[in-house]
T-cell receptor, first 116, second 116 residues
Framework: EPEVTQTPSHQVTQMGQEVILRCVPI?????FYWYRQILGQKVEFLVS????????KSEIFDDQFSVERPDGSNFTLKIRSTKLEDSAMYFC??????????????FGPGTRLTVL | GENVEQHPSTLSVQEGDSAVIKCTYS??????FPWYKQELGKRPQLIID?????GEKKDQRIAVTLNKTAKHFSLHITETQPEDSAVYFC???????????????FGTGTRLTIIP
């Protein structure tokens, strides 16, 4: 069964450094999402992406964050200048985007980001 | 925006007994309510979902009920087994004018422990 994949599984970085988290959504899916989960807390929506542009973003997704689909398979989340509070598990998700119905979001295994 | 409250935060149940987790939501436009199970260190996985035109849905030992008037929905697990131990998250989403722009708003999670 196709799955969303993410790399790396764990990223450690120094405060102020840039990080890029990578995701490969399921191949026929059209909608892509990033969520984050601070340790022990709930999963929070960051951004949704469709047709090469952001369709919605949360208050968390400020100017330090950006997303990109650089080629036909990867979907990336960039944090320009990391802060301590960016430490979290970041989940990528994708969905089919079939007309007329809600489409299940499939989650990747996550990237644990640790900012020191 | 949508706010989802979830109770209890922790729940311990004897193996074979039933477990019930409850969620409330604030946005009357929300019309899709998935439940995710997250085992330690793993991705959230959809276990059951319900749409707003249905009051109850069952899948083997798992059932979900929805009360639109009261804006609450519940997960029921019967005949619990040790492998049911995990964190369970409820979520809600409205259907946006553009399908696919359906960010999930998650509850705070319930850590369910099944006692053998």
């Amino acid at each position: 069964e196709p799955e969303v994949t993410q790399t790396p599984s764990h990223q450690v970085t120094q405060m102020g450094q840039e990080v890029i988290l990578r995701c490969v959504p399921i191949s026929n899916h059209l909608y892509f999402y990033w969520y984050r989960q601070i340790l022990g807390q709930k999963v929070e929506f960051l951004v949704s992406f469709y047709n090469n542009e952001i369709s919605e973003k949360s208050e968390i997704f400020d100017d330090q964050f950006s997303v990109e689909r650089p080629d036909g398979s990867n979907f990336t989340l960039k944090i320009r200048s990391t802060k301590l509070e960016d430490s979290a598990m970041y989940f990528c998700a994708s969905s089919e985007g079939l007309a007329g119905s809600y489409n299940e979001q499939f989650f990747g295994p996550g990237t644990r980001l640790t900012v020191l | 925006g949508e706010n989802v409250e979830q109770h209890p935060s922790t729940l311990s149940v004897q193996e074979g007994d039933s477990a019930v987790i409850k969620c409330t939501y604030s946005d009357s436009a929300s019309n899709y309510f998935p439940w995710y199970k997250q085992e330690l260190g793993k991705r959230p996985q959809l276990i059951i979902d319900i749409r707003s035109n249905v009051g109850e849905k069952k899948d083997q030992r798992i059932a979900v009920t929805l009360n639109k008037t009261a804006k609450h929905f519940s997960l029921h697990i019967t005949e619990t087994q040790p492998e049911d131990s995990a964190v369970y998250f409820c979520a809600a989403t409205p259907r946006g004018t553009n399908f696919g722009n359906e960010k999930l708003t998650f509850g705070t999670g319930t850590r369910l422990t099944i006692i053998p």
